[in-house]
């Protein structure tokens, strides 16, 4: 179709990333239905939990890198499982562009960017604890597009998400400036207020910090996808996260998604992270996500040594 070859690219590149995040979730399916995950510890002698990586992971970023460095070659890929074999089945190279998210004209501010100002992080699966624990409606794909220091563009892509015809899988994309697709935004129930956190990854001041909320509930589930989603669609007033740990390639979709729909993710100071290609992985100072909240006074409510304390160690 003319669209295709006449769009900008970075509405070219939301659109392949719409397409190959939907291969990449039957990747994972298929490895899930073999029973063999192929885990592999990836933590250092330091770490007090392990970090698992599975076939999944691997197989879906080699599916995920692959197709968009073909589409893309001048443009900065950065992917959680470090450098991956591109030499991938043909069936694992999605070669599409989503037509229907490219008949949407692309915001003024995006139209001129050039290759070299955008990096892709990939979080192929994310929620890979969860994954190998069978708790795998928490699983997500995560494709964030960064322009320069900042995330302005989405996918996040539910493997296991049940359609009520019982088809598997859910892509959800924002993109600044333009809006959000794939699901019906809801705002959180006034008159409480709940957070929606790690399950896998607390510690002490972590918990200090969820005290400081006194929350009306606290929902503890994997992966900085799923807890966007929880946002996004009502379930929860904000994500917590007081403790280093997660990566540039966590939150980067989950924060262009979140932004594209009125919401904002910081680190717990209140400061957005920058996503250029030098930056370091590590979110050191942590996660304060919200939606229809007064984003700084909650950061005001986490007490100042404790987030002096956090990424200080
Ligand atoms: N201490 C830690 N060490 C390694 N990864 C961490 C971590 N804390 C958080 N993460 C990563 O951040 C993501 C969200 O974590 P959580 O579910 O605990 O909120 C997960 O991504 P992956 O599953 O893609 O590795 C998880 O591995
Ligand atoms: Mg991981
Ligand atoms: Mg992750
Ligand atoms: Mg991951």
Not at 39 to 59: F, G, H, M, Y
Not at 105 to 125: A, G, T
Not at 279 to 293: F, P, S, Y
Request: aromatic fraction near 6%.
């Amino acid at each position: 179709m003319a669209t295709s070859t006449v769009s900008p690219i970075i509405m070219r590149i939301m659109a392949a990333s719409i397409k190959t995040s939907v291969k990449a979730a039957s990747i994972i399916r298929d490895v899930l239905k073999t029973g063999d995950l192929g885990i592999v510890d990836k933590s250092n002698k330091n770490d007090t939990q392990i970090d698992p990586q599975t076939l999944a992971d691997r197989s879906a970023q080699r599916c995920i890198i692959a197709s968009l460095t073909k589409k893309f070659p001048s443009v900065k890929i950065i992917g959680e499982e470090g450098d991956s074999d591109l030499n991938v089945p043909s069936d694992w190279l999605v070669e599409d562009l989503d037509e229907a998210f490219l008949e949407q004209s692309c915001p003024s501010e995006w139209k001129d960017v050039k290759p070299e100002d955008f990096v892709i992080w990939v979080d192929p699966l994310d929620g890979t604890a969860e994954y190998t624990q069978g708790f795998v409606e928490h699983v997500t794909v995560l494709i964030g597009i960064a322009v320069k220091d900042a995330a302005v563009g989405g996918v996040i892509h539910q493997p296991f998400y049940k359609h009520p015809s019982g088809e598997l899988g859910r892509t959800i994309w924002g993109l600044k400036g333009l809006g959000t697709g794939g699901f019906v935004p809801i705002l959180p129930p006034t008159g409480q207020f709940i957070i929606t956190t790690t399950r896998s990854h607390s510690n002490a001041l972590h918990q200090q910090a969820l005290n400081s909320f006194n929350a009306t509930q606290t929902i503890k589930v994997g992966g900085a996808g799923f807890k966007v989603l929880q946002l996004l669609e009502g379930k929860a007033h904000a994500y917590v996260f007081a403790t280093p740990g997660c990566k540039k390639w966590d939150t980067c979709a989950p924060e262009a998604v979140l932004e594209a729909q009125g919401g904002t993710l910081t680190d717990i100071d209140g400061n957005h992270y920058a996503y250029n290609a030098s930056v370091e992985h590590i979110n050191r100072k942590g996660v304060l996500a919200t939606v229809g909240q007064d984003h700084a006074e909650l950061v005001s409510k986490i007490p100042l040594e404790v987030r002096q304390a956090v990424g200080n160690k």
